[in-house]
């Protein structure tokens, strides 16, 4: 199915000269007359390459033909993770630098979707919403109740989050995967 750049959010996926890329920026940008164009910065989901291209806003995109296996995480050394799969027991690896920034959300045994483009696992797809434990944070100053006000909190899988000044450490916090940011406090410490 294609996509139009005014689709085009953070993790899209586009195929480009028969390769996966996935939308790591994008910004629209209008022009005095005529249409909008779209800024984007994509990155190869195979080879880790950094490319910027503009689009016209009315262009219609190729998706590409991904196949999404549900799969577990067990657990990862200095250069790889491991996945398996929990009805046939199959189990792959994948280099961190393919896995990328899910590995700051992913607590051990949370299933995961991969990403399997010709029979080549390239990616790894978070649920939107992940429970983790807050592990360093600085403790929050009686008293100091700005409106907004967050600091920022380390989560047990090593990813770092901005939270409200009243998350400690030992809280259980709910994640928001996409965007790295604070939802709500699950479970108090105290």
Do not use: W
Request: include cysteine; hydrophobic fraction near 30%.
């Amino acid at each position: 199915m294609p996509v139009t750049p005014n689709q085009f959010q953070k993790g899209t996926k586009l195929e480009i000269d028969g390769e996966p890329y996935s939308v790591t920026e994008y910004m629209h940008i209008k022009c005095g007359r005529g249409g909008a164009n779209v800024r984007t910065k994509m990155k190869n989901l195979i080879n880790g390459k950094v490319i910027e291209r503009t689009y016209g806003s009315d262009e219609k995109l190729k998706q590409p033909d991904f196949e999404q296996k549900q799969m577990q995480y067990l657990y990862s050394d200095t250069e790889s993770c491991y996945f398996m799969d929990s009805q046939s027991y199959e189990q792959i690896s994948m280099t961190k630098n393919e896995v990328g920034d899910a590995t700051d959300f992913m607590s051990e045994n949370l299933m995961v979707g991969i990403m399997i483009f010709n029979q080549q696992p390239i990616g790894v797809q978070l649920p939107n919403f992940v429970e983790l434990d807050v592990v360093k944070t600085e403790p929050g100053v009686k008293g100091d109740t700005v409106t907004g006000a967050t600091k920022p909190a380390q989560v047990s899988t090593g990813g770092m989050v901005s939270v409200p000044l009243f998350i400690n450490e030992g809280d259980v916090i709910k994640v928001d995967t996409r965007e790295a940011l604070y939802i709500e406090r699950v479970k108090s410490a105290k």
